[in-house]
């Protein structure tokens, strides 16, 4: 009998492990606390259509990732972005042109997790609390108090805070998971009957409770009757406003976006807030994966890198490969 590895987390990091430790011809099974796959690259669905709360876009540097990106774009999950970019900041909006190229799933960005997944085994809707080793293999605890295993390694691929208590059977692990600060943010949804009068698809914000604001209707893919805007607070103002009520959270990042607009902003048709409350780290790192080879067990994720979507993916592949020349 083949014993799987258990890889806790369905966003890229975990996924990327996944798919590079499947085509090495090991079995896997991944477990998500979520109803679906993609950590902070799911899309909501919504009365608007589909949202991107989470990643708004993403951008590929590494050579491998290029590579990787490629293919999802001959398979039609992802597609470019080129959308009218601004600055705004002391008050005002300026034009922001550059040469970077911006990737988005399509139709939306949960459609690149989604694919990434395909059939592997997973067991959504299942909190992993606990992750313990017997005499020979790897078990796990849910919420639930139900067990699963055995396994014969497991990767940990969740944001740093919730990394920092399933790797407490490696406490050197679990310490340097402990160290790595994820500041929060606060993303709201506006959709609008009558579209906005401005010529701005995106936005780089400064001096402002938000950070980027986004037409998520300019993505490719994403269709609906209604203006849809994804905004973004900063770290700092999702920071201090963390326990803030929804509707009130709305009702603020609504008048900062009016403001930046200086434009009579009729009220939306439809509002959703949602809290990321490990949404990006707060400095870059250069692990690129946390393993303990002797156990079994790795902790990987956009922490252990970059705190990009790209690097999700390339700790995931580092993840995997310090796995398998462990194996051989």
């Given amino acids: 009998m083949t014993v799987p590895i258990a890889i806790i987390g369905t966003g890229i ?19 998500d606390k ?50 009218s970019l601004y600055n705004y900041q002391g008050g ?15 139709p939306g960005m949960s459609a690149i997790t989604r694919a990434m997944l395909g059939d592997l085994p997973v067991t959504f809707s299942c909190r992993i609390t606990e992750v313990f080793r017997g005499a020979e293999h790897w078990h796990l605890q849910d919420a639930e108090s139900q067990g699963h295993g055995p396994f014969s390694h497991v990767i940990v691929a969740t944001p740093a805070p919730q990394a920092t208590t399933l790797l407490a059977a490696a406490p050197k692990l679990a310490a340097v998971a402990a160290g790595v600060k994820m ?35 300019s ?26 009520p929804r509707e009130t959270v709305i009702e603020h990042l609504h008048g900062a976006f009016a403001e930046l607009l ?10 959703l807030a949602h809290r ?30 970059s705190g990009r979507v790209e690097g999700a993916w390339l700790s995931g592949q580092q993840a995997a490969r310090r796995l398998l020349e462990h194996l051989n």
């Fill in 92 to 106: 005002r909006l300026s034009p922001s042109p550059d040469e970077q190229v911006r990737y988005v799933g399509t």
């Fill in 219 to 244: 993505k490719p893919g994403r269709d609906g009757a209604l203006d849809t805007w994804v905004l973004h607070a900063t770290s700092a103002w999702s920071r201090e406003h963390v326990d803030m």
């Fill in 13 to 31: 990091a975990g996924l990327s492990a996944a798919q590079a430790l499947t085509t090495a011809g090991h079995t896997v099974h991944l477990f």
């Fill in 276 to 305: 990321w409350l490990y949404a990006r780290p707060a400095g870059a790192h250069e692990w690129g994966v946390l393993s303990d080879a002797d156990l079994g067990i790795y902790a990987c994720g956009d922490w252990c890198l």
């Fill in 262 to 271: 200086d434009c009579s902003m009729p009220a939306p048709a439809f509002s």
């Fill in 183 to 217: 500041d929060p943010t606060w993303a709201v949804a506006l959709a609008f009957s009558t579209p906005l009068q401005t010529s701005m698809q995106g936005c780089f914000v400064q001096d402002s409770a938000l950070d980027w604001l986004a037409c998520n209707r």
């Fill in 34 to 83: 979520s109803r679906g796959s993609g950590g902070r690259m799911s899309s909501k669905r919504s009365d608007a259509g589909s949202l991107d709360m989470g990643a708004q876009y993403f951008t590929a540097r590494d050579r491998r990732f290029v590579t990787t990106v490629n293919q999802w774009q001959a398979s039609g999950w992802v597609a470019e972005w080129t959308p």
